[in-house]
């Protein structure tokens, strides 16, 4: 009962002490069970020193409750007289809900904790074994086993074992309760134990002797025939063991369960057999193993079962996994599968996940192994399967900066000391920071933060895994740097057969040259170097992580060398985070973008700017342009202003599509393959519409001043009226005119044709620059017709000589140039031609497919694979646009919707109309996207045009990038676009042959 008057004084006691629930805790603490205890004031200093002193107290008086009453006594004198025991105790009951309820229910296990002499600090598997002895089933194992883990926290709660200690220790019982399950199921089975040898391999946290409280136990089992035994017959009887195994662990009972035993790590994984002989493994891993594979088996330790079956197996296996940085695409498949991992997180969990999100647990753990099996080919020393003890090895070898290993030995402690007690609680298998005031309030006093434990907690979290994220990239980067700077003599460095290495196995072709760079961007004591080698570590595992890394570097070199001495040019990479990353995927992607911006260095800006990447409209694009020529002192300079600004355009569109492709950091990756092909499309024709417009000014300026004797406008045919160009399309054109006002018809027709003439020599003069080429073939008559003509003439032509595909050809009609008015009046004169009234004929139909089944037989390269031909192959954009167009040319008279220059917009009007069904709308929209995306992706990565994939596996990994594949999935590439192209063709051939 309270005494009168005492409560104030005690309330407050218990708010100074951490309690939460000062009404309750003087409820518990006044009931009988606790009178031995009652007014002791070590009791309650001992429970404000826990993680939740609530928790602690409620935890003791259930524990309290639970013993007979003929040995209450004992637990109380204990608890009073023996600090260490009451801090353990306590500790362990203020930190974990799940292990008071094992006290509960097992009153009598608060004895494990008595005992304090240095023996029994950081025992090991043996101890552990000794502990699990009596174990004769599942329920007393997982008993026994919790009983040991009692102690294991204790010493965790107490700091009698730090990190390392405490996952090593819960690693030595998973060995010693592995070895007492197969010890259960081997006397449950004497038979299948006699006929096989099987042992037992750990991998993942318990092979590197680093688990968790809660984790899946990884093992691989490895089984041979005991002598004279049929292999076959033995190798099931080890399945059996191996199984029975993992249920007594895996199993729930009254008692719970241990942790599941997974044996996924297999060769095969699930679809595998559990067991197999020491010679398939071996056949297994040579033949057929992922890069993964052999990562995975750096951690792996035999730990039960046939010792010597299990030390064959780590001594077959060891050399393999040293050999794996050899591999082709090494880094690549290591990275792509961090970054599936990532992806793979629920969007709402990223923030909070303590492992496997940005700056967590896992990323030390991949960037450590990384640099082991890069490494560890030539340097034993690296061979553990601890990650702490693996970094630190890494440091002593001069692998990674010794400031950088302790920053992030640090990190890599506080975060998986935060999992750990997050487990600890409930005993449960998570890896996400809770969210409830209380829970965080436990975590942070738990961690030693009592000031204002949930701000602190989350102070330190954030500031450890801001940690992990800069070094990340650092680690594998700075030592390179610190190679070829030569800053600090008495460091520790990497050799240059060390540096090479480590370039090589990110994927640089020519190491070598790849040092030269940094050597020559961040040796000395100027300010630009310093720069760059805050820049570079980050910049390298960009370039690193595209399918041509050298060129990525050579390129920042060269623009490096053309700005370095600007002063803004590294203050915007080093500022604006997105400019950098920016660059580095544009100059690593191909060849046409770094042209183009090696011939404009200062269009790097663009890149830092948020509204840089945006494409500028027509209106705009003109204005600039013509303003431009304006200046200029003759034509030639005229186009030359006209060039320069079509090159910085194109920059912008090609990075733009660049970085819209591939994504960074701050912007993911374009989900709509179709809207950056639309966005392509539209931005190179109103460039290149400005341009001719700017060639046109200039002709006509040097000739006749500001005005031409005659209108005059440029009619956009092909891709190029249908807003539709790639990066290397030409433009192909009509040129219409009509006299002016008291001008004479052959003097308009001399000024007409003189005009175009000049038009093609300026946009025809030498340049480095893409080349913008002017084609007329559609005209009437083709190429024996003449280059320009009256819009009478046209009319009279196309009254009496049109044939069908010119007909067809106007379907793509657009004013781009020139006399706006005059090319509206040319395309009102062809719209009947382009939708005939009611439609056409099957006379007309027929011809059309007769033109497209010669085009096919007659224009396809010589020696090009049907299958793989961008624009004339199966299912490509030939296939797709004459497909469209023949609904338009006999439906656009009834349909509006069908009257337009762009195939994407034709063929969803003709869905819209019921023209096409949405599945057979859907194949063909995706090919031809595809198709555009392929052979604008060429050019990007080649610097010139092309409608196939190249050959080069460099150049073909380049394209396969910016559609969207990883690094080493080539063949995937090749496949899906046949695969797609084929189901485009089986429509075509239903909706444009009629089959």
């Known amino acids: 009962m309270t005494v009168p008057g005492r409560r104030s004084s005690t309330f407050s006691r218990l708010l100074r002490h951490g309690f939460t629930d000062p009404s309750e805790a003087e409820r518990l603490l006044d009931v009988p069970e606790l009178s031995a205890l009652r007014g002791d004031s070590v009791l309650l200093d001992s429970l404000g020193a826990t993680a939740d002193p609530d928790l602690a107290l409620r935890g003791l008086v259930r524990l309290v409750e639970a013993q007979p009453e003929t040995e209450r006594g004992t637990l109380t004198t204990t608890l009073l007289s023996a600090k260490p025991f009451r801090d353990r105790l306590l500790g362990v009951l203020g930190a974990s809900e799940a292990l008071a309820d094992h006290l509960a229910r097992h009153p009598r296990d608060w004895e494990s904790l008595v005992t304090y002499e240095a023996v029994d600090l950081h025992p090991g598997v043996a101890e552990f074994e000794q502990g699990l002895a009596e174990a004769v089933d599942p329920v007393s194992l997982r008993v026994a086993y919790r009983r040991c883990l009692l102690a294991i926290a204790a010493r965790d709660v107490c700091g009698t074992a730090d990190l390392a200690q405490t996952a090593a220790e819960l690693a030595d019982l998973a060995t010693a309760t592995l070895r007492a399950a197969l010890a259960i199921a081997r006397t449950a089975a004497p038979a299948d134990a006699a006929m096989c040898r099987l042992a037992v391999i750990a991998m993942g946290k318990c092979g590197g002797h680093e688990l968790n409280y809660v984790s899946d136990v990884d093992v691989i089992f490895v089984g041979e025939p005991a002598e004279g035994a049929d292999e076959g017959k033995a190798i099931q009887a080890a399945t059996r063991l191996a199984s029975h195994l993992m249920r007594i662990c895996s199993e729930t009972t009254v008692e719970g369960t241990i942790w599941p035993v997974d044996a996924n790590l297999r060769p095969e994984g699930r679809n595998g057999p559990l067991v197999r002989t020491l010679s398939s493994h071996l056949a297994y891993y040579q033949r057929w193993a992922k890069t993964w594979e052999f990562q995975a088996l750096l951690k792996a330790r035999a730990v039960a079962g046939d010792p010597e079956l299990g030390a064959q197996y780590i001594d077959a296996v060891s050399p393999l996994v040293w050999q794996a940085a050899e591999r082709e695409n090494f880094v690549p498949d290591v990275q792509k599968m961090r970054r599936r991992v990532v992806d793979n997180i629920p969007v709402a969990q990223v923030e909070r996940e303590l492992k496997l999100g940005p700056g967590g647990l896992r990323d030390v753990e991949f960037a450590v192994q990384l640099l082991q099996l890069v490494h560890g080919r030539s340097d034993a020393t690296l061979h553990s399967g601890t990650t702490l003890d693996a970094l630190a090895a890494l440091a002593a070898g001069g692998y990674v900066g010794r400031a950088d290993a302790s920053q992030l030995d640090e990190a890599y402690r506080f975060l998986r000391a935060m999992e750990h007690r997050i487990q600890l609680y409930r005993l449960r298998r998570t ?134 001495k600007t002063p803004w040019y590294l203050r915007l990479l080093r500022d604006e985070g997105a400019a950098a990353e920016n660059l580095a995927r544009v100059l690593s992607a191909g060849r046409l973008a770094p042209d183009l911006l090696l011939r404009a260095p200062e269009a790097v800006a663009i890149l830092g700017d948020p509204e840089g990447l945006k494409p500028r409209g027509r209106d705009h694009l003109e204005q600039e342009v013509l303003a431009a020529v304006g200046r200029a002192d003759d034509a030639e300079q005229a186009v030359a202003a006209a060039r320069g600004v079509r090159r910085r355009e194109l920059f912008r569109t090609a990075a733009a599509d660049l970085i819209g492709s591939y994504g960074t950091e701050d912007s993911p990756r374009e989900p709509d393959p179709g809207a950056l092909v639309d966005r392509v499309g539209e931005a190179v024709t109103d460039l290149n519409s400005a341009t001719i417009a700017g060639a046109l000014r200039a002709a006509v300026r040097a000739e006749w001043g500001e005005e031409l004797p005659t209108r005059f406008a440029v009619i956009g045919m092909g891709r190029f009226g249908g807003h539709e160009l790639g990066y290397g399309s030409d433009a192909d054109v009509l040129f219409v005119h009509e006299p002016r006002e008291g001008v004479d018809e052959q003097e308009a027709a001399r000024a007409a044709n003189r005009v175009v003439a000049e038009m093609r020599r300026l946009l025809q003069l030498p340049t480095a620059d893409p080349p913008l080429l002017i084609d007329a073939d559609l005209r009437p008559e083709g190429k024996s017709g003449p280059l320009v003509r009256t819009l009478k003439s046209y009319e009279a032509y196309y009254r009496r000589w049109s044939l069908v595909w010119e007909s067809q050809a106007l379907l793509r009609a657009e004013p781009l140039a020139g006399d706006r008015e005059l090319g509206d009046r040319f395309i009102e004169l062809v719209d009947p031609l382009r939708y005939p009234f009611e439609g056409l004929g099957e006379d007309a139909v027929r011809e059309i497919r007769r033109l497209k089944a010669r085009m096919e037989s007659e224009r396809l390269p010589r020696g090009a694979d049907p299958t793989l031909h961008a624009k004339l192959g199966r299912g490509g954009l030939s296939d797709v646009e004459w497909t469209v167009q023949l609904l338009q040319m006999r439906h656009g008279w009834a349909e509006p919707g069908l009257r337009t220059t762009r195939t994407r917009e034709a063929l969803a009007a003709a869905h819209a109309a019921g023209l096409i069904p949405t599945e057979e709308a859907q194949t063909l929209d995706e090919a031809w996207v595809l198709a555009t995306r392929v052979r604008n992706a060429v050019m990007l990565v080649r610097g010139r045009p092309g409608d196939t994939f190249p050959s080069d596996p460099r150049e073909l990994a380049a394209v396969g990038r910016y559609l969207g594949y990883e690094s080493g999935h080539v063949g995937e590439t090749v496949d899906d676009y046949r695969r797609i192209t084929r189901r485009a063709r089986a429509v075509v051939e239903e909706l444009f042959y009629g089959a």
């Open 431 to 564: 890896h996400l920071v809770p969210e409830d005031e209380a829970d965080l309030r436990r975590l942070g006093r738990s961690l030693g933060l009592r000031t204002d434990p949930v701000a602190e907690l989350n102070k330190e979290w954030k500031r450890h895994a801001a940690v992990v994220r800069r070094l990340h990239e650092k680690l594998f980067y700075r030592p390179l740097l610190d190679a070829v700077a030569q800053l600090a003599p008495g460091e520790i460095r990497l050799s240059p057969k060390a540096a090479g290495q480590r370039l090589e196995a990110l994927g640089y072709a020519d190491p070598a040259a790849a040092l030269r760079h940094l050597e020559a961007l961040a040796s000395g004591v100027t300010r630009k170097a310093a720069i760059q080698r805050t820049l570079l570590p980050v910049l390298l595992g960009w370039f690193a992580d595209s399918a041509d890394p050298d060129a990525g570097l050579l390129g920042f070199r060269k623009v490096s060398d053309a700005l370095g």
